[in-house]
């Protein structure tokens, strides 16, 4: 199940690859059913919060009318950062699986671990390496595409 899922934030972060953003996806389950979805939009949108875990997160709380995600797991193709890590931890979402490590800003274990510090009043579960090489290389793919072509973002 957790590959059909992480596919699914993969679909997500092609669609920010295809608006030149850079390509992180993230959907969010309950008993089985997506109930988020988001992609990164902060380069179009002009929002520094618009990651693709905080647009899922939004998406989830519209969905199931409230602000705190029991029982739900986050899909995301890039390890979140400290943002969207306290987001995760304020949503109360159950688990978190992630595609690849963020090795500079990853905030669930690879430079910080806001996910599971005891002092905080929620901790998450946490699983890496779903589809790590998919995850790793549509990155790859649009960082090289980018410098191939010299766009900015």
């Given at each position: 199940?957790?590959?059909?899922?992480?596919?699914?934030?993969?679909?997500?972060?092609?669609?920010?690859?295809?608006?030149?953003?850079?390509?992180?996806?993230?959907?969010?389950?309950?008993?089985?059913?997506?109930?988020?979805?988001?992609?990164?939009?902060?380069?179009?949108?002009?929002?520094?919060?618009?990651?693709?875990?905080?647009s899922?997160?939004?998406?989830?709380?519209?969905?199931?009318?409230?602000?705190?995600?029991?029982?739900?797991?986050?899909?995301?193709?890039?390890?979140?950062?400290?943002?969207?890590a306290?987001?995760?931890?304020?949503?109360?979402?159950?688990?978190?699986?992630?595609?690849?490590r963020?090795?500079?800003?990853?905030?669930?274990?690879?430079?910080?671990?806001?996910?599971?510090?005891?002092?905080?009043?929620?901790?998450?579960?946490?699983?890496?390496?779903?589809?790590?090489?998919?995850?790793?290389?549509?990155?790859?793919?649009?960082?090289?595409?980018?410098?191939?072509?010299?766009?900015?973002?």
């Open positions: 199940m957790d590959e059909f899922f992480m596919k699914e934030a993969l679909r997500e972060a092609q669609k920010a690859y295809e608006i030149n953003e850079v390509p992180i996806g993230a959907v969010i389950v309950k008993n089985g059913e997506i109930v988020g979805r988001g992609y990164n939009q902060k380069e179009t949108m002009k929002d520094a919060t618009l990651h693709a875990e905080i899922a997160i939004k998406d989830a709380c519209r969905n199931l009318g409230g602000w705190r995600l029991p029982g739900c797991t986050m899909y995301v193709t890039l390890e979140p950062c400290p943002m969207c306290g987001a995760l931890v304020n949503s109360r979402v159950e688990k978190l699986v992630i595609g690849a963020d090795l500079k800003t990853g905030a669930c274990g690879s430079v910080l671990n806001i996910v599971q510090t005891e002092k905080l009043n929620h901790q998450i579960n946490v699983q890496f390496g779903i589809m790590e090489e998919d995850c790793t290389k549509v990155l790859k793919d649009f960082f090289w595409d980018l410098r191939s072509s010299k766009k900015h973002i």
